[in-house]
C-alpha cells in the first residue's frame, strides 16, 4: 500500500514579505505536482501534516479553489490540524475554521486523537493514527501524543502529528521533543510536520522518523533558502516498509524565489532583535518569542497554575477570532 506524505501547505492568498515570486500560483504549481506524483505513483492514501490553511480563516475563495483542486486526486486525503489552522493554538476551535469546513466535505478527513483507522491490502493490516497542534504538545507528557500503541493483528502503524518533533536540540527557547524522548512508540513510522526545515527520513532501532520540511517556504532563512521542498512516498509490503524523498521537480532554487535584499534586512533585523532579548535577559527578565511563549515563560517564572495558563490562551483565541473578523487581518502571529 502506498502512501504519500506532505505538510505544512500554508495556503495563503497574500504574499509573504521574503518572497518575490508569484507566491499563490507557486504553491498551486506544487498541489498540481503532488496531484501528478500521487496518479504516476498509484499512491492509495495521501496524508497531510498540518497548517494546510496559513489561518483559520482563509477566504472561502482559497478554500473554494482547494476544493476543486483536490478532486482530481482521486484518494483520500488524511490530516492533522496544524497551529495555523486553529484559533488559539486550541483544535477544539477547529468547527469554526476553514479547515473544519473542508473536514466536513469529507475532501479532507481529519484524524481525532483516540481515533483509529485501519487499511488492509494485500494481506496486511495497516494502522493509522493522528494528532492535532495543541499549546502544550512538546511539554511534559508530549509522550501521550507521539507514542502511540500498535493493535493486536496490526503489522504496520502510522502515526501523524503536528509537533516540534526534532532530531537535535534546539538552539532557541522554545519547547520541542527530540526523536529518541519517543523511542517507545509503537508505530513504524512517526509522520511529522510544524518544523519547516524539517530533518528528513531517520531510522532509529526499527522505526522512521520523517519530516521533508514544508511543502512550501516562507521564512526567509538562510536553511530555507538552500533547502529544496519535498514530499515523502512510503510504500508498505509484507516484505517492509520503502522510504523516499523526492523533491518537487516545480520548486526553484532559493534565490530565485526570495528577496535576497529582504533576507538581508531580515537576518539583520533577527541579529538586532537576539541582541534586544539577550539584553533582556540579562536583566534576568523574560525571552520573547511570540505571545504562546511569554504565557509559557511567565507561567513558569510564577509558578501559574495550569488553568490560568489555559485560560490566557482561550483568551487569546477568542481575541484572534475576532480581531481577524474584524479586518481580516492577522493580529496574532504564532509560527
Ligand atoms: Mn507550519
Do not use: W
Not at 483544535?91 to 475532501?107: A, E, N, Q, Y
Not at 522518523?209 to 508498505?236: K, Q, Y
Not at 513558569?300 to 479586518?327: H, N, T
Amino acid at each position: 500500500m502506498r502512501f504519500l506524505f506532505l505538510t505544512d501547505t500554508h495556503i495563503r492568498g497574500s504574499v509573504p514579505q521574503s518572497r518575490k515570486d508569484n507566491f499563490y500560483e507557486t504553491l498551486y504549481e506544487k498541489l498540481r505536482e503532488v496531484i501528478s506524483i500521487t496518479h504516476d505513483e498509484a499512491v492509495d492514501v495521501v496524508l497531510h501534516g498540518g497548517d494546510i490553511f496559513d489561518r483559520p480563516d482563509v477566504s472561502p475563495s482559497l478554500v473554494r479553489e482547494f476544493i476543486m483542486l483536490m478532486k482530481d486526486l482521486k484518494v483520500p486525503v488524511y490530516a492533522v490540524a496544524g497551529n495555523h489552522d486553529v484559533y488559539g493554538q486550541n483544535p477544539s476551535t477547529i468547527t469554526r475554521t476553514m479547515l473544519g469546513v473542508l473536514d466536513s466535505t469529507g475532501i479532507v478527513k481529519l484524524i481525532n486523537p483516540g481515533e483509529k483507522i485501519f487499511f488492509e491490502d494485500n494481506g496486511i493490516k495497516i494502522q493509522l493514527t493522528g494528532q492535532h497542534y495543541f499549546y502544550g504538545i512538546d511539554n511534559e507528557g508530549k509522550e501521550a501524543s507521539y507514542c502511540i500503541k500498535k493493535d493486536a493483528g496490526v503489522d504496520f502503524a502510522i502515526h501523524l502529528i503536528h509537533g516540534m518533533l526534532l532530531d537535535k536540540p534546539f538552539f532557541q527557547e522554545i519547547s520541542y521533543t527530540l526523536i529518541e524522548d519517543i523511542l517507545k512508540t509503537e508505530a513504524d513510522v512517526t509522520l511529522s510536520g510544524h518544523y519547516h526545515t524539517g530533518f528528513g527520513i531517520i531510522n532509529i532501532q526499527n522505526k522512521y522518523f520523517v519530516n521533508p520540511g514544508s511543502l512550501i517556504r516562507i521564512d526567509s532563512t538562510l536553511s530555507e533558502l538552500t533547502r529544496m521542498p519535498a514530499v515523502i512516498l512510503l510504500d508498505i509490503t509484507k516484505d517492509g516498509i520503502k522510504i523516499q524523498k523526492r523533491i518537487l521537480k516545480c520548486a526553484r532554487p532559493g534565490h530565485e524565489v526570495f528577496d535576497c535584499k529582504k533576507l538581508e534586512m531580515d537576518s539583520f533585523k533577527e541579529q538586532k532583535l537576539a541582541e534586544f532579548v539577550q539584553g533582556l535577559n540579562a536583566t534576568g527578565k523574560y525571552s520573547f518569542t511570540n505571545i504562546s511563549a511569554i504565557i509559557e515563560q511567565l507561567a513558569k517564572k510564577q509558578d501559574l497554575d495550569a488553568k490560568v495558563v489555559e485560560e490566557a490562551l482561550k483568551r487569546i483565541g477568542q481575541a484572534q477570532e475576532m480581531l481577524s473578523r474584524r479586518d481580516g487581518e492577522e493580529i496574532l502571529e504564532v509560527s
